[in-house]
């Protein structure tokens, strides 16, 4: 079992920034690939930026402001946000790929609320 634990969002004003953390513990696994979802009210869970390995893969919108990386000693993903806008306001999630005894599995984290608001 592996527990993802997200941290770092609030409210901030747009052309803001915020770091959004998120960091894999458990026993007995390793990661192939951790990346960040949000959910606006009322609309589906999309993409915001993924690594695996050194790829790295960007939704269109996010593109150029949001910068994923990672802390492979920490098992953590961040993401750096800049010049945030109002539409960037959602449920960040964090998802997590990983390996453990010859399996692959997919967790999420509790998601943290990010929102964008002058």
């Keep these: 079992q592996v527990q993802l634990v997200e ?3 609030g409210l901030v004003q747009p052309g803001g920034s915020l770091r959004l953390s998120c960091a894999a513990s ?4 390793s990661i192939n ?3 960040w979802y949000r959910q606006a009210p009322g609309k589906q869970r999309e993409l915001v ?3 695996r390995g050194v790829t790295t ?3 269109a919108s996010v593109k150029g402001r949001f910068t994923i990386s990672s802390d492979n000693a920490k098992n953590t993903v961040y993401l750096q946000m800049n010049s945030l806008k109002p539409e960037d306001t959602a449920v ?3 998802k997590a790929e990983v390996a453990s005894n010859g399996y692959v599995y997919v967790y999420w984290g509790q998601g943290t609320q990010v929102t964008v608001s002058s």
């Design 7 to 9: 941290s770092g969002g």
């Design 57 to 59: 893969n960007y939704a």
């Design 92 to 94: 960040y999630y964090c």
């Design 33 to 35: 690939a951790m990346g």
């Design 49 to 51: 930026a993924t690594n």
């Design 26 to 29: 458990g026993s007995d696994f």
